[in-house]
């Protein structure tokens, strides 16, 4: 929780890096653009102005950690009449895509100074490259990950399975992998982390596979374990997240899969190449 004496650049940073759903998200980029007449309204004039309910301001002021609206009002009210930094005034008068463009840049900036991260990701390809099989769980926000990465994966090696639903089928998939030769499963999770896809990852482990998590920084506060996890950061300034990360880290991992076993990865893609030939697949 916070104190009404929090900083103007306090209240900023809150907006626009607190985990927030979408909705919360609409009301956060209005304030933002709005601050100087924001400031001055009430709960319900927001909510009028946003197209939201009255309740949805009020818990919009406790996911940013203030006590009551009243408590935020004040603090938004400092934030409107004081003389900001030339940064924060920059960045108010950014537009929301050039706010987006430079988190991820950001991101992808943090993501290069791991030092441990290209040794894990080697590990990890050359791991689940060895699994005779490879279930890669991705379910709702998730899926076209799992997906992304399913189809590229197939170019490289043979047996790789998406299981992107939550039902009793879903874990029968993953015991017939099992059966299969299935060592390992990969799991793409991201916010905010379907409970089904949780629980997957636990009847993964349960049954005897190993797993690899890729997902962003607070997953950890999910308390789920794993075997692998590989961390992001995705940019929260739109209405949705956005995982230029993600991406990086999707490709780094197949790409270490195939060095990993490259005789049998190249096989894969040269087979690919005379299919797509043959069926006449691409324009150029």
């Known amino acids: 929780m916070t104190s009404s004496l929090a900083t103007t650049d306090s209240v900023y940073e809150r907006l626009t890096n607190a985990r927030l ?19 001055f309204l009430t709960s319900q004039s ?15 002021a406790s996911a940013l950690g203030y006590l009551s609206f009243s408590e935020f009002k004040r603090a938004l009210q400092a934030w409107a009449q004081s003389d900001v ?11 929301p895509l050039s706010e987006a463009i430079g988190t991820e840049i950001a991101n992808l900036r943090w993501l290069s100074q ?22 890669v769980i991705g379910l709702r926000i998730s899926r076209s990950f799992a997906q992304h990465f399913a189809y590229l994966g197939s170019k490289v090696r043979s047996g790789i399975s998406v299981i992107d639903r ?7 998939h993953l015991e017939r992998m099992i059966s299969e030769g299935a060592t390992w499963c990969l799991a793409f999770l991201l916010p905010r982390y379907p409970r089904e896809a949780c629980d997957l990852v636990r009847f993964a482990r349960q049954s005897g596979l190993k797993v690899a998590v890729l997902s962003d920084e607070s997953f950890a506060a999910v308390g789920l374990e794993t ?25 780094a991992l197949l790409h270490a899969m195939a060095d990993s076993r490259p005789n049998l990865s190249q096989e894969g893609l040269e087979q690919f190449e005379r299919y797509a030939t043959e069926l006449d697949v691409f324009e150029a």
Do not use: C, N, W
Request: no cysteine.
């Open 46 to 60: 927001i909510a009028s102005q946003v197209g939201v309910s009255q309740p949805s301001v009020s818990r919009f």
């Open 227 to 251: 075997d692998e996890l590989i961390t992001v950061r995705l940019g929260t300034g739109l209405l949705f997240d956005t995982s230029a990360a993600m991406d990086v880290m999707t490709s």
């Open 114 to 135: 791991s030092a441990a991260l290209e040794e894990q990701i080697a590990r990890v390809g050359a791991a689940i490259m060895s699994s005779d099989r490879l279930p």
């Open 166 to 172: 939550s039902d009793t089928e879903a874990k029968e």
């Open 21 to 39: 759903s979408p909705a919360q998200r609409r009301i956060a980029r209005y304030i933002i653009d709005h601050r100087a007449s924001a400031a």
């Open 85 to 95: 930094s030339a940064l924060t005034r920059t960045q108010t008068r950014t537009s």
